[in-house]
């Protein structure tokens, strides 16, 4: 199973990205999918995390600006990221809870990570 995210770069704040992030590979199911991020010093910090039945939730520092979203026949989880502040800027990488393989094994899987930057 892997994991390619997608959609970062760089922006000025106050403007706006999206990510994407698609599974591929001998999936049988995805669970849990979800947005992680680490800033430079920092550890590495939950965004934002859906289930498959659409149930969501986000940190409190980005309630109200990220929206997160699924596309279960694609394997892909999406990350709306609006009025983006400085304090946004960090490598954003891709979760997913995968059931996989001949026999059915549950693991935790992650993308590589992408760089968004947000200039003041």
């Known amino acids: 199973v892997q994991l390619q995210a997608s959609g970062g770069g760089l922006v000025q704040a106050g403007g706006s990205l999206r990510l994407s992030c698609a599974a591929s590979?001998?999936?049988?199911?995805?669970?849990?999918m979800g947005w992680y991020r680490q800033a430079p010093g920092k550890q590495r910090e939950l965004v934002a995390a859906?289930?498959?039945?659409?149930?969501?939730n986000y940190a409190d520092s980005v309630k109200g600006r990220f929206t997160i979203s699924r596309d279960n026949a694609k394997n892909t989880v999406y990350l709306q990221m609006n009025s983006l502040k400085p304090e946004d800027t960090a490598v954003y990488y891709c979760?997913?809870?995968?059931?996989?393989?001949?026999?059915?094994?549950?693991?935790?899987?992650w993308g590589k990570g992408t760089q968004v930057t947000v200039s003041s």
């Open positions: 979760n997913a809870d995968v059931t996989s393989g001949d026999p059915l094994r549950r693991m935790d899987y």
């Open positions: 590979g001998s999936i049988f199911s995805i669970n849990a």
């Open positions: 859906i289930t498959r039945g659409g149930s969501t």
